[in-house]
């Protein structure tokens, strides 16, 4: 499937570097979505754009940083990260901002591991 | 904000059975329910989904069943296959928002 895409794939980084992942939609949808997922935990959503416009961060902390440069791309800028940050993140993209019963379509992910 | 419950956490099923997958949600004002698939290493996949005002909906071998009044919603997998292994995640969106509240998943094995 091409709809969604994200690079990279893997992540290792130290807790200094700085780093980005990159989601971009092919579907023409005006909303992206970022959620963390962690093993035994549910799907935490962090933030929504809704055409290029950032209208939910669910307390996530200032280590994340998202950028959403036009409705097609959405980027996670991560900084000074701690090991339990280690999941897989996941893009998401959706047609309808605001309409509750708009489907999304998740990207592969990026394994992100913090040493 | 919402609240969803997924129980249970882990279900294994001989190939050939039927497995059901419970969710339930605390905000009355939710009124889609979608649910995911996410087969091992793969991104989650939307497999079926149902509205408010509709107390069951059928795709092949998979349904799903709401109760509003109990708020419960339910996805039933017959005849399961190998196949069908993989960690179903169900979802509750209120009406006013675009915030998907997903359940803690539940990975089913389908024994051969």
């Known amino acids: 499937e091409t709809g969604v895409t994200q690079t990279p794939r893997h992540l290792v980084m130290g807790m200094t570097n700085k780093k980005s992942l990159k989601c971009e939609q092919h579907?023409?949808?005006?909303?992206m979505y970022w959620y963390k997922q962690s093993a035994k935990k549910p799907l935490e959503l962090m933030f929504v754009?809704?055409?290029?416009?950032?209208?939910e961060n669910n307390s996530v902390p200032s280590r994340f940083s998202p950028e959403c440069p036009n409705s097609s791309h959405l980027f996670l800028h991560l900084h000074t990260l701690q090991p339990e940050d280690s999941a897989l993140y996941l893009c998401?993209?959706?047609?309808?901002?605001?309409?509750?019963?708009?489907?999304?379509?998740f990207g592969p992910g990026t394994r992100l591991t913090v040493l | 904000g919402e609240n969803v419950e997924q129980h249970p956490s882990t279900l294994s099923v001989q190939e050939g059975d039927s497995a059901v997958i419970k969710c339930t949600y605390s905000?009355?004002?939710?009124?889609?329910f979608p649910w995911y698939k996410q087969e091992l290493g793969k991104r989650p996949q939307l497999i079926i989904d149902?509205?408010?005002?509709?107390g069951e909906k059928k795709d092949q071998r998979i349904a799903v069943t709401l109760n509003k009044t109990a708020k419960h919603f339910s996805l039933h997998i017959t005849e399961t296959q190998p196949e069908d292994s993989a960690v179903y995640f169900c979802?509750?969106?209120?009406?006013?928002?675009?915030?998907?509240?997903f359940g803690t998943g539940t990975s089913l094995t389908v024994i051969p």
């Open positions: 998401a993209s959706s047609q309808d901002p605001g309409q509750a019963r708009d489907t999304q379509y």
């Open positions: 579907l023409g949808h005006n909303a």
């Open positions: 149902i509205r408010s005002n509709v």
């Open positions: 979802a509750a969106i209120p009406w006013t928002g675009n915030q998907f509240y």
């Open positions: 905000d009355s004002a939710s009124n889609y």
């Open positions: 754009y809704n055409f290029k416009e950032q209208t």
